[in-house]
C-alpha cells in the first residue's frame, strides 16, 4: 500500500531563513510525487511536480528514491509562503492521490 | 473559464441520513475526483469518474456512491451516514487519460453529521 508521511505538523520560521517541509512515501512502483499548497481562504493548488524539476515561487523538491523523500525547500522563507503544504503521490493503476496529513508552514516577521 | 464549484457549502445531518453533494467541473475536464478531508488530516481518495464511470475507488465502504453526468459535472453520494462522515468533501477536475494530469480542486462542502 501506498503511504505519505509528512513528520511535521508545524513549522515556523523568521523571513528570511531557509525552509525545508518533509515528506517521505513508501510505493513499490516508480513514485510521481507533487506538492500542493492552500494558503488561507483559498483553495487548494499544485505547487510543483518532480518530473517538471522546476522552481515555483523559490521552492524546489528534488525526489531521492534511495530515501523515499520529496522534501520541499526554499532558500529564503517569504511572509506570504505561510500556508498549508501538502505532499502527494500519485498511483497510475488506481488514478489516485495518496496526500501526506499536511504541514503548516508560519513565516514570522 | 470557469473553475470547480461545489453545493452546498456546507451542511448538517443527522446520523442514518443521506446526503447528496454536488461538483461542477472545470471547463473541458472530463474527470472528476472527490475526497474527504477529516479535520487535521490530508484528503483522502474516495473515488474518480472519467466519462461517467467509475475509474478507481480508494478505502471507503460502498455507501459511499457517485455518478457523473453527460456535462461531466458529478454527485457523491453517502448513505447510512455515521458521525466519522464529518468532514470537508473536495472535488476535483482534470483532463482524464492514462497519465496524471493536474487536478483543479473546488473549495469544498463542509458536512456535519450530528
Known amino acids: 500500500a501506498q503511504r505519505v508521511t509528512q513528520p511535521e505538523k508545524l513549522l515556523s520560521v523568521f523571513k528570511g531563513a531557509p525552509v525545508e517541509l518533509k515528506c517521505n512515501y513508501s510505493?513499490?512502483?516508480?513514485?510521481?510525487l507533487f506538492w500542493y499548497v492552500q494558503y488561507s481562504r483559498q483553495r487548494l493548488q499544485l505547487l510543483l511536480r518532480h518530473i517538471s524539476r522546476e522552481s515555483i515561487k523559490g521552492f524546489t523538491a528534488d525526489l531521492n528514491k534511495g530515501e523515499t523523500s520529496f522534501h520541499l525547500k526554499k532558500p529564503f522563507a517569504q511572509e506570504e509562503d505561510s500556508a498549508m503544504y501538502y505532499c502527494?503521490?500519485?498511483?497510475?493503476?488506481?488514478?489516485?492521490?495518496?496526500f501526506g496529513g499536511g504541514t503548516r508552514l508560519m513565516v514570522k516577521p | 473559464e470557469t473553475g470547480v464549484t461545489q453545493s452546498p457549502t456546507h451542511l448538517i445531518k443527522t446520523r442514518g441520513q443521506q446526503v447528496t453533494l454536488r461538483c461542477s467541473s472545470q471547463?473541458?475536464?472530463?474527470?472528476v475526483s472527490w475526497y474527504q478531508q477529516a479535520l487535521g488530516q490530508g484528503p483522502q481518495f474516495i473515488f474518480q469518474?472519467?466519462?461517467?464511470?467509475?475509474?478507481g475507488r480508494g478505502n471507503f465502504p460502498p455507501r459511499f456512491s457517485g455518478l457523473q453526468f453527460p456535462n461531466y459535472s458529478s454527485e457523491l453520494n453517502v448513505n447510512a451516514l455515521e458521525l466519522d462522515d464529518s468532514a470537508l468533501y473536495l472535488c476535483?477536475?482534470?483532463?482524464?487519460?492514462?497519465?496524471?494530469?493536474?487536478?483543479?480542486f473546488g473549495p469544498g462542502t463542509r458536512l456535519t453529521v450530528l
Open positions: 471547463s473541458g475536464h472530463n474527470t
Open positions: 469518474y472519467y466519462r461517467e464511470e467509475e475509474n
Open positions: 476535483a477536475s482534470s483532463l482524464g487519460g492514462l497519465e496524471y494530469n493536474e487536478q483543479f
Open positions: 502527494a503521490l500519485f498511483n497510475n493503476a488506481g488514478n489516485m492521490l495518496t
Open positions: 510505493y513499490s512502483g516508480s513514485p510521481e
